[in-house]
């Protein structure tokens, strides 16, 4: 089973880019679909995380709208890899991000469909 560790979080200013990287080990992502979530600030630990995008294994892509047009998903199974680009950061993209797999060839925005997860990197963007 694959194993996922996010990384590259850190503390911006609004305007401003980040790249994650979710590193996956003892599997290839390349059977997996894979998505980005986020959690943000002062939530529970066991409240529900807010899909941000989704890539498949034939890299179709999906954003939320919140994030559209700003952020880019992708994939480098050579890698075995997956990345979120942010551009022009928001105040209210500030949260901790995780990166998820599912053993399908059809991603969902629904978490609960996910079955492994990384431990999050957190992203904080001052206004």
């Known amino acids: 089973q694959i194993q996922l560790a996010e990384s590259g979080g850190g503390s911006v200013e609004t305007g401003g880019s980040l790249t994650l990287t979710c590193a996956g080990s003892?599997?290839?992502?390349?059977?997996?679909?894979l998505a980005w979530f986020r959690r943000p600030p002062g939530a529970t630990p066991g409240a529900e995380r807010e899909?941000?995008?989704?890539?498949?294994?034939?890299?179709?892509?999906w954003y939320a709208d919140s994030v559209k047009g700003r952020f880019t998903i992708s994939r480098d199974n050579a890698e075995n890899s997956m990345y979120l680009q942010m551009n022009i950061l928001k105040p209210e993209d500030s949260a901790m991000y995780y990166c998820?797999?599912?053993?399908?060839?059809?991603?969902?925005?629904?978490?609960?469909?996910?079955?492994?997860w990384g431990q999050g990197t957190q992203v904080t963007v001052s206004s």
């Open positions: 003892g599997a290839q992502i390349s059977v997996y679909s």
């Open positions: 998820a797999a599912v053993h399908s060839p059809v991603p969902t925005q629904d978490e609960s469909w996910y079955d492994y």
């Open positions: 899909v941000v995008a989704n890539i498949d294994r034939s890299m179709r892509t």
